[in-house]
């Protein structure tokens, strides 16, 4: 286990442009553009995440992921604020429900990390703040609707809720008869791997659901050794799969893909789903063509097993599933 307390590591988080450039010895031209486009979506960045970085190159997959850029305040055609129709999924205050069987909960805002491409970049979260209200209404609303077999925690990040925010909320989610899974969307095992806590481990072992953790991984570099060992850890408590977003010059390359799905496995991690960018305002430089899309899948399929080939898909608004597109 890490020594650093995971919660120092988050508040630590690198969030001015100045001195991300510093750190990475880049040049300081960049600033007023950094700057312009943080003020839209703030910079965030964990040092460690930093740490993994090579310094000086602008092209660095970690860095493009991170560093708020002139593109992202570009208005696009057909980037928009909602593309996916967020909107109109919200049942309660905090609560999502587009696809059969299966409520999203907006556990927490926050996140440990601000990825440039992000769908909730634009999220208007001061509405969806799970406050003790909110929570009390959708478990209300879960209590009734017995067709929903699995919650599905997502954000922002909820691993940035401690371990006693999380506890009570798999307790009151246990005590739910038809409720039979519990998934957490995180990022946070890839960033800051102390979170992966001893009581963490304990809490996801002790419940009657089953819990599947879907991590966010877009580079095999993300992987550090202290991830690899997180990642362990929680691969003897829980079912442990990744999405990706396929992103122009971060991982739009066949070999950087199927190095990544193959390093993953390394900790028992299956690929899930490669999604492709949701049209959100201010990412249209983050684009791959469906077609490129394919073709890239097609190549993994050609040099892997069936089961470390991702899905691709994308959120299409008002459809019944995530689109299979290969
Ligand atoms: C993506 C998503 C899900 C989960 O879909 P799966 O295909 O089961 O992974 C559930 N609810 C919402 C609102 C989603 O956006
Ligand atoms: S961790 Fe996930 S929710 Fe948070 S900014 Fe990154 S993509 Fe968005």
Known sequence: MNTLDWRYEMANAVIDPAELLQLLKLPLSLLPAAQAAAKHFGLRVPRQFIDLMVPG??????????????????DIPGFSDDPVGDQIAIKTPGMLIKYPGRALIIASPACAIHCRYCLRRNFPYKDQNLSQQHWQLILENLRQNSEI????????????LNDEQLNKLVIELAAIPHLQRLRIHTRLPILIPSRITQQLLDLLHNTRLIIVIVVHVNHPRELAESTQQALKNLCNVVTL???????????????????????????RVLPYYIHLLDRVRGTAH?????????SLIDSMRQRLPGYLVPRLVQEEPGAAAKTLIA
């Open 241 to 267: 799969l990744n999405q990706s977003v396929l992103l122009h010059r971060v991982n739009d390359n066949s070999e950087v893909l199927i190095e990544l799905s193959a390093s993953l496995f390394e900790t």
């Open 57 to 74: 190159d602008l092209s660095d997959p970690l860095l493009r992921q991170i560093l708020p850029i002139n593109e992202e305040l570009l």
């Open 149 to 160: 077999h699995e919650v599905i925690l997502s954000g922002g990040d909820p691993l940035t």
């Open 286 to 294: 983050f684009e791959v063509t469906p077609s490129i899309a394919k």
